[in-house]
């Protein structure tokens, strides 16, 4: 499913958008299987790719707002879980972390918390601690800035049904780290995606 709340100027700019974080998600998200839940949704298209041309942190929380609501309400059989995609805000990654807690907290003024969750993506993803061009870094290394809007109840199913979801951070990055830098360049070749390899 796709959507456009703070349109671009032209059709083909969120195309491509989507076609970027799609190939990402065939890829990596499921061609490394790194999220072994993931192709589900992608397959049965559960996922609502909203784009939005926010320039401001105060427009993406408004765009939040709204997903959470629309997600909240929506029948999880047509949307499972929505990629909240924001191209022109947040991409410094230190900007982008920051902006997680006003993120979170809208989850929680909207009374949605323990329904629904918040996963983060960026082009420039770091975790605390590691240095800029960890291969670990690249389990999170999305096309775009994103906010991953997950229900609980789903993620609740999908570790019921894998009972080794708690090794999954861990087999990542061993799957990242036999992969390489030149692995991951590899994978973009054919297309010359944009993307953060540093």
Request: proline letters at 5%.
């Amino acid at each position: 499913m796709n959507d456009v709340r703070a349109p671009f100027d032209d059709a083909a700019t969120t195309a491509d958008v989507i076609a970027s974080t799609q190939r990402w998600l065939e890829r990596v998200v499921i061609g490394l299987n790194l999220c072994p839940f993931a192709k589900a949704v992608y397959v049965k298209r559960q996922i609502r790719y909203a784009v939005t041309a926010a320039t401001t942190a105060g427009g993406l929380l408004a765009e939040l707002r709204h997903e959470l609501e629309l997600l909240g309400q929506a029948n999880p059989e047509e949307i499972d879980t929505t990629l909240l995609i924001h191209p022109r805000v947040l991409n410094d990654f230190t900007a982008y972390h920051l902006f997680l807690k006003d993120a979170d907290a809208e989850l929680r003024h909207y009374g949605q918390e323990g329904i629904l969750q918040i996963a983060s993506f960026h082009p420039a993803y770091e975790f605390a601690g590691s240095a800029p061009d960890d291969i670990a870094n690249f389990t999170n290394r999305s096309p775009h800035p994103m906010l991953h809007l997950l229900r609980e109840a789903s993620i609740d199913r999908a570790v019921a049904a894998f009972p080794d979801a708690a090794t999954i951070y861990e087999r990542n990055i061993e799957t990242l780290r036999r992969l390489g830098h030149g692995g991951w360049r590899r994978l973009w070749e054919a297309d010359h995606l944009s993307f953060s390899q540093d």
